[in-house]
């Protein structure tokens, strides 16, 4: 494969790349922990955009445990979607031999 073909190659996937990226930082992602107790919406660019808690879960005397449920839930969400675009990133990347 001539180093010409490669170069367009990757300036293609490059193009893709941008593409699809854009896509998933639109994209809104929810999240539901410990069975929809808390539910979380982030953007693929991993803005939070919303939280919803089971008013079950407001109490002042559970403040503690509640922030601590926010915090996991938080963090997971992220780590799914922080996933999601490394999946997507794969994807698009194309495979040329020898290369990597």
């Given at each position: 494969m001539s180093f010409k073909?490669?170069?367009?190659?990757?300036?293609?996937?490059?193009?893709?790349?941008k593409k699809k990226t854009l896509a998933f930082e639109q994209q809104a992602f929810e999240y539901n922990y410990k069975n929809g107790a808390i539910k979380i919406t982030i953007l693929g660019d991993l803005t939070l955009k919303s939280i919803n808690i089971d008013p079950v879960l407001i109490d002042?005397?559970?403040?503690?445990?509640?922030?601590?449920?926010?915090?996991?839930?938080?963090?997971?969400?992220?780590?799914?979607v922080k996933t999601k675009y490394d999946n997507l990133v794969e994807?698009?990347?194309?495979?040329?031999?020898?290369?990597?």
């Open positions: 073909k490669i170069a367009e190659m990757m300036r293609q996937a490059e193009r893709e790349t002042a005397s559970d403040k503690v445990i509640l922030e601590e449920m926010i915090i996991e839930a938080t963090n997971e969400a992220v780590s799914d994807k698009t990347m194309p495979k040329v031999p020898g290369l990597f």
